[in-house]
């Protein structure tokens, strides 16, 4: 048969335009697959159409490609499309050939013995045909698609998006890399099953706009070796059949890689009696994990684990404070000796080449680098390296570790500095749609990592949905950094999802409440509560939907303070819990208690780029466009909101009334809450609409508070009046704990700061010097997470002699406000004996007031 490239185009060009939206694709514009081909050149007018006769035929060492291929076209196109396999017949139109070696031509069966790239035999009795897929579980090819070392000849590669010929591509001998020529029949050839796969998608994207796919020849193949996605499911757990679905979306995209944090301070996810109190009840067995890497090896897809041993090891072992972060002592041999045998339990769960270590910047000590290196080692065989996630700095590492670069652009400079291979990520979190197309990622590198955004309590559903897009647009950016952006979103609609996914899972009901009353510390079901309890993650309940929302310690609201009904969170610049709970479109309702304490603009409830909003007081619906209710919310004082969506816009209730009316209309915003300039109490969120009169119900449903401090009357409820003796004053301490952390941080009046004591130790205190005798009335105690369960306050006339004012014996932390007390003193000192936690001490604001 003459060959189909003699009747195509004989030079190939990379597209810089994509076909308009609903257009047939023809000449060299763009074809509507995701990621784009580094190479297309059309070849006439005609279209491959598949018939009720159209085979897939393979050679005996594409067999298993030649299944699956098959099988999803059948999802595909609805035809029976059977496999040919061994000694094929001559195809004819409609039909799709595999080649499994390099070189135009070299069908399978065109040489004696047929022999291919796998070592492929003759069947003595003639084609096969396969009427089925037959590709068992857990088995895949014997070649290894994912080129671990990214190594791979990158003589001719054209860069895609650029104008001229492409020539030099040579992408059917390239790891991953394949050749397909579309005319009457199809025919894809590649050096490894990874290339026919990956041809295989993108015949299947061609597909899927309207049938048939426009005759040309295509030449494809990745830029980045490593094509990443992380996922953390120790914090947010996800069921096997949603990460095998996951597996299946990224093959879709010809991503090839899927990290799983399996361990870390919520959880270790991974089962074994040895282990018991670090693994709660949602979590994985080995069987389970051998179910998820079959069926990423039938995607070539590998999954590499990480099992944190140097940063989030709250589940495993005791940490401590290293500058600002929290790590396990490695300087400790008990502790090293634990997190080896962690390692050695799950290590050989996994076949990849890669396993996850950690931050390896987590802490600059030498001691603890000592043991991080000590761990790396352990790991690292011939076979085998550490991965080593990096934010801020690199610090001088042995052996071969690969570096997960998840810092600034500064930082991935300083990283690839030509001794070890690197993989940049892009957190997910706060991206919005277009962040990542307009992204133009390094030409070197090992690899491309996205950071998708998952939260501890929320749901994978919603996760999934956030994720979609992004990972889609990293796709694209991963295999063709330069393809053009223009016509993405048509292309993306048209190839839709990926074939063979399990049926949906029934919607969540969007119902959430949040009281901000107490604070909600697991017990085991779903999380270890070790992280809680030692004050690093902080939850506030969802009463209804079991959406907590979490936030880390450094950056969570300040919650309970006093609210409007009961407990309320106060939130600040950067202050935001995370939800993750699912959305969904209109009718949804939404209300809150707010008390905006500044002007600055700030989120309520925020989800990807909608949101409802507070900007200069005035509340607000964001969406494709972002439309003003008109009502300016009063500072320092408790006021009732409701938002009503249906699908005509939105309705805004103040205090029971109607207010205000905007054409704009978004899904429930259920990702996040915060940052806000000031304090919410009793959101509900509803995925029904609220009538008038149910409004009005719900705001009469609170009786007015006793007194009123309405704006203007008064400082806010929970300030006194008098004005703070402390303020400003001389003040020393015991000990610091670090630079920018002493004691005249708990006199500046700023929220923000924090005196914070030496680790560890007791007795600890703090001492201020009021600069003359005073009559003291009260003493106000802001504390941060680490605070003193039992201390005295007392005074000094000379700062020598102290006496006792008052002593707490049973402190839980957030704010002591020691009111009714009788004394005079120029010294006031703050004399902690016993540590409510396993840091030091740690306050935020020391403030007296006189009588």
């Not at 065109?110 to 009427?131: I, K, L, M, S, W």
């Not at 790590?327 to 769960?349: I, Q, S, Y």
């Not at 705001?699 to 409820?717: H, I, L, N, W």
Request: aromatic share 6%.
């Amino acid at each position: 048969m003459r060959p189909l490239t003699a009747a195509l185009a004989v030079v190939l060009v990379v597209a810089t335009a994509a076909a308009p939206a609903g257009a047939g694709t023809r000449g060299d514009a763009l074809p509507a697959v995701v990621p784009a081909p580094a190479g297309w050149a059309g070849g006439g007018e005609g279209s491959f159409r598949p018939g009720r006769d159209s085979r897939v035929l393979a050679g005996a060492e594409s067999r298993e490609e030649a299944e699956r291929l098959a099988a999803d076209l059948r999802e595909v196109t609805g035809l029976p499309v059977p496999v040919v396999v061994g000694g094929t017949p001559e195809p004819v139109a409609g039909d799709v050939v595999l080649t499994g070696r390099d070189g135009p031509g070299n069908r399978p069966g065109d040489r004696p013995g047929d022999q291919g790239a796998a070592g492929g035999r003759q069947n003595p009795e003639g084609p096969e045909t396969v009427e089925g897929p037959r590709v068992p579980d857990g088995q895949g090819t014997a070649e290894d698609p994912q080129n671990p070392e990214g190594q791979g000849s990158a003589e001719g590669r054209q860069s895609s998006g650029g104008a001229g010929g492409a020539e030099g591509l040579e992408s059917a001998g390239v790891p991953e890399g394949y050749r397909m020529e579309l005319g009457a029949h199809v025919e894809i050839t590649a050096s490894t099953p990874a290339g026919l796969f990956y041809g295989g998608r993108t015949l299947l994207q061609l597909l899927r706009a309207g049938g048939e796919a426009p005759y040309g020849r295509l030449e494809d193949r990745p830029e980045a070796g490593s094509r990443m996605v992380v996922l953390d499911v120790q914090g947010g757990f996800w069921p096997v059949a949603r990460i095998e679905d996951l597996v299946r979306r990224m093959s879709w995209l010809k991503l090839n890689t899927l990290y799983l944090r399996l361990s870390g301070d919520a959880a270790l996810r991974l089962h074994d009696p040895a282990f018991a109190g670090a693994v709660p009840g949602l979590r994985y067995t080995r069987s389970d994990m051998e179910a998820v890497q079959a069926t990423a090896r039938r995607h070539h897809v590998t999954v590499v684990p990480e099992i944190d041993v140097l940063g989030d090891t709250a589940v495993l072992t005791p940490s401590r404070r290293c500058a600002a972060e929290h790590v396990p002592d490695l300087a400790d041999p008990g502790v090293r000796r634990r997190l080896t045998a962690v390692l050695d339990a799950f290590t050989g769960w996994f076949d990849a080449p890669l396993v996850g270590l950690g931050r390896i910047d987590a802490c600059d000590e030498p001691e603890w680098l000592e043991g991080a290196a000590e761990l790396a080692g352990h790991v690292e065989t011939p076979g085998r390296r550490p991965v080593l996630r990096v934010r801020d700095r690199l610090p001088a590492l042995d052996g071969r570790p690969v570096i997960l670069n998840e810092g600034s652009p500064e930082t991935g400079a300083i990283v690839r500095n030509g001794q070890h291979d690197v993989i940049d990520a892009f957190p997910a979190a706060g991206s919005h749609a277009g962040d990542l197309l307009a992204w133009t990622p390094e030409a070197e590198g090992f690899g491309r990592a996205l950071i998708a955004d998952t939260a501890v309590f929320g749901d994978p559903g919603a996760a999934e949905a956030v994720l979609a897009g992004l990972r889609a647009e990293f796709a694209e950016r991963a295999w063709n950094r330069l393809s053009p952006a223009e016509g993405f979103a048509d292309r993306l609609h048209t190839v839709g999802d990926a074939p063979g996914l399990s049926p949906e899972e029934p919607l969540v009901r969007a119902e959430h409440r949040y009281t901000f009353d107490t604070l909600h510390v697991p017990e085991g079901d779903t999380h270890v509560p070790a992280a809680w309890r030692d004050g690093l993650l902080v939850t506030a309940a969802d009463e209804t939907g079991g959406v907590h929302a979490t936030a880390a310690a450094d950056g969570a609201p300040r919650f309970p303070v006093p609210g409007r009904v009961g407990g309320a969170a106060r939130f600040g610049e950067g202050r935001r819990f995370v939800l993750g709970a699912a959305s969904k479109s209109p009718p949804w309702a939404v209300s809150m208690w707010v008390r905006s304490e500044d002007r600055a603009r700030g989120v309520l409830l925020g989800r990807l780029d909608r949101a409802i909003v507070v900007d200069g007081g005035e509340v607000a619906v964001s969406g494709a466009r972002e439309f003003s209710f008109g009502h300016r919310l009063p500072l320092n004082r408790w006021t009732h909101l409701v938002l009503v969506a249906d699908p005509r816009g939105t309705t805004l209730y103040v205090n029971g009334r109607r207010t205000g009316r905007v054409p704009e209309v978004i899904d429930l915003p259920t990702g996040s809450m915060g940052p806000f300039g000031g304090a919410l109490d009793e959101v509900v969120m509803s995925g029904r609409a609220l009538t008038p009169a149910q409004v009005a119900a719900v705001y009469a449903a609170v009786p007015d508070p006793v007194p009123d401090r309405s704006a203007g009357s008064g400082p806010e409820p929970d300030r006194p009046a008098a004005p703070d003796l402390a303020r400003g004053r001389p003040v020393t301490a015991s000990g610091v704990e670090a630079a920018g952390l002493g004691p005249e941080k708990a006199v500046d009046g700023d929220p923000e700061t924090r005196w914070a004591s030496a680790l560890k130790v007791d007795p600890q205190w703090i001492r201020v010097d009021l600069g003359a005798p005073r009559d003291i009335a009260r003493v106000v105690l802001r504390w941060e997470r680490a605070y003193g369960s039992r201390y005295r306050v007392e005074g000094s006339a000379d700062g020598v002699s102290w006496t006792r004012i008052r002593e707490v014996a049973d402190g839980n932390g957030e704010v002591d406000d020691l009111k009714g007390l009788s004394a005079t003193a120029r010294y006031i000192r703050v004399y902690g004996m016993k540590r409510g936690t396993k840091w030091g001490y740690s306050l935020k604001d020391l403030a007296v007031y006189g009588g």
